[in-house]
């Protein structure tokens, strides 16, 4: 099987997490910076072939085959047009963007170019997804009535940091709530046919703090609480008429607890929470090896993204 060349955008931390997920599969073939010396120190540190100091070099590098986009929220758009222009297909961080008319240009960009224009979502690759998936369809949980997640992450109280920061793409619903939204969305089996909402908003005007509801054209409900301003467990839940998952830490789970009515319960594991980024970056090269796009989830980004453009368009306070 062919051994994809992978170019990394953006060196910060979440960069160095996937550099050391990809170095315990393969090499990294480019790293870039508009910094040229922590280019150099970062493709030293990950045994990549070379590094850059702009993007446009490594962009115009014939052997980059894909791109992992960890720039911050506000560029995603951008060096994704960049990256796609240039022939690349696309891994980036989460969120990819928060503008849905934005993306579907985007999305129609890569589809005309043959190319992946992907999220780096953790919970679309995770192995124990697909496990519930099975049970689901083999009937264990029944019909399913409700999905619903929290995210809490205390962050310090600074107008200057990042996630409350305006310019830089912050705010509660583009950093975690991509996480709770994706989960959610991916359980419930109809079309979203109804948004209920309210947030706050930290004083530099981004948002912090959202309770959501959703109904589907199934009649199953969605709920999601989510805030920058209190710590609240990563939770998941999958409500059946037969029986319920309960899913910690399911932003990379390795295992769920199924709690039938009379109190029993069954451990289903699959996966490794340590791995989560692997997953990511198989499920991508198997798509581009295979032809099968459907494993780059563009579709359940993209429904995604709608329900964030939707909230952010119109938040009732």
């Known amino acids: 099987m062919k051994t994809w060349n992978w170019g990394i955008l953006g060196l910060g931390n979440i960069a160095r997490e996937f550099a050391g997920a990809m170095s315990r599969l393969h090499p990294v073939y480019a790293v870039a910076s508009r910094n040229r010396e922590k280019a150099e120190a970062f493709r030293q540190q990950f045994g990549a072939a070379v590094s850059y100091g702009s993007y446009e070099e490594l962009l115009s590098d014939p052997a980059v085959d894909i791109v ?9 758009y951008g060096n994704i047009l960049d990256c ?5 297909h696309v891994l980036c961080e989460k969120a990819i963007w928060g503008n849905h008319r934005e ?6 960009l890569a589809r005309e170019r043959g190319l992946i224009l992907a999220e780096a979502m953790t919970i679309f690759h995770m192995p124990l ?49 991509t996480y709770a939204l994706s989960f959610v969305t991916f359980f419930l089996s109809g079309e979203i046919s109804r948004v209920e909402h309210l947030m706050s908003r930290y004083p530099t005007g981004v948002d912090e703090m959202w309770n959501i509801g959703l109904k589907t054209s199934a009649g199953e409900l969605g709920s999601v609480t989510m ?41 289903i594991r699959a996966g490794e929470t340590a791995r989560a980024m692997e997953y990511e970056i198989l499920d991508l090269e198997k798509a581009l090896s295979t032809g099968d796009y459907s494993l780059a989830y563009m579709e359940e980004t993209s429904r995604v ?13």
């Not at 992992?68 to 506000?74: E, K, P």
């Not at 697909?130 to 310090?156: M, N, P, T, Y």
């Not at 805030?227 to 037969?242: C, E, H, M, Q, V």
């Open 305 to 317: 993204v709608g329900l964030m453009d939707q909230l952010l368009s119109s938040p009732r306070e």
């Open 129 to 177: 997804y697909q496990e519930i998936k099975s049970l689901i369809r083999q009937g264990v949980l029944g019909k399913i009535k409700l999905v619903e997640a929290d995210f809490g992450s205390l962050k310090e109280d600074d107008p200057a940091n990042r996630f409350f920061s305006p310019q830089l793409g912050g705010g509660a619903m583009l950093d975690i709530g």
């Open 103 to 108: 993306l579907q240009e985007a999305y129609s």
């Open 84 to 88: 796609l222009r240039h022939g690349k």
């Open 227 to 267: 805030t920058f301003r209190a710590k609240l467990p990563k939770r998941g839940i999958i409500a059946g008429d037969k029986a319920y998952l309960s899913v910690m830490n399911y932003v990379r789970p390795q295992e769920a607890t199924l709690v039938f009515p009379d109190g029993s319960t069954q451990t």
């Open 68 to 76: 992992y986009m960890a720039t911050v929220n506000s560029q995603h």
